[in-house]
């Protein structure tokens, strides 16, 4: 149970960091042009000039190759559900490090998420 929660904590902040540093990569990127259809192309060239772009590939990577460990010792009906953590990272992540604004109603989804994977950790008691 121990190694199951280790791997389940990289998965989902190993996952969630990667997912903000490509946004913050992202939005430097596009900072320094305009961003049109046909020039998705190019915003992602700048986006892969940042440092931040690496190191969220490399988090995503990370992350990954720890959910399929999981997958290999875990029950997926556990793993999946536990997993939507990412959304309570992601929502702390993007109001502290990317100073996003996050109104009540989002919050308020976070409450139900942490309160949904508590009571499905405490069914695996």
Not at 21 to 38: C, D, F, G
Not at 40 to 59: D, E, Y
Not at 70 to 76: E, G, I, Q, V
């Amino acid at each position: 149970m121990v190694r199951t929660g280790l791997f389940l904590a990289i998965v989902v902040l190993a996952g969630t960091s990667g997912e903000l540093l490509m946004a913050h990569a992202m939005k430097r990127a596009a900072r320094t042009e305009t961003v049109v259809a046909p020039g998705v192309g190019s915003l992602l060239k700048l986006g892969l000039r940042h440092r931040a772009m690496w190191m969220s590939l490399a988090l995503q990577t990370l992350s990954f190759f720890s959910f399929l460990a999981l997958l290999s010792w875990a029950d997926l009906s556990f793993i999946v559900p536990a997993t939507a953590l990412n959304y309570v990272v992601g929502a702390a992540g993007s109001a502290l490090f990317l100073r996003e604004q996050v109104d009540r109603m989002r919050w308020a989804g976070v409450l139900l998420v942490c309160i949904g994977v508590a009571v499905m950790c405490a069914s695996e008691l």
